[in-house]
């Protein structure tokens, strides 16, 4: 068969071994998040194909990673408020 590329399949099994038992993850072993991209684990946020959700885009991708990177500086905004106070 004369073929001019390949899209190798991977599978749908995001790599969060390394996360198993320090962020919660569902039986698909993806990161469980809240609507502000916060993981069960104050102070860590995540973002992309690795989070639990519907539709995996370019798009929905780089949504999530504004969200994640505003609320992580949210995050240490509100601990530096708390350290001067
Ligand atoms: C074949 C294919 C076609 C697609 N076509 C489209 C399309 O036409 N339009 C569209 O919108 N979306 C498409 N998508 C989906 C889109 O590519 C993803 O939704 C998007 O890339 C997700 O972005 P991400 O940053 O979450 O993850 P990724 O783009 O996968 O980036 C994750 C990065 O993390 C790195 N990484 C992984 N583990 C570790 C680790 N332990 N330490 C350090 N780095 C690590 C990886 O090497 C990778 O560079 C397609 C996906 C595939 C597979």
């Known amino acids: ?4 590329g390949v899209f190798i399949f991977i599978g749908y ?4 071994e390394s996360l198993e038992g320090l962020i ?10 809240d609507k ?7 102070g ?7 989070i639990q959700k519907r ?6 991708a780089v949504a999530d990673g504004t969200i994640a990177a505003l609320s992580a500086a949210d995050y240490i905004n509100n601990l ?3 350290e001067a106070e």
């Open 55 to 60: 539709y995996r885009q370019v798009t929905t």
């Open 1 to 4: 068969m004369k073929i001019d």
């Open 44 to 50: 860590v946020f995540a973002a992309g194909d690795s």
């Open 24 to 33: 919660e993850l569902n039986k698909w072993k993806e990161i469980v998040v």
């Open 13 to 16: 099994v995001p790599n969060t």
């Open 80 to 82: 530096k408020k708390v």
């Open 36 to 42: 502000d991209m916060r993981t069960n684990v104050i």
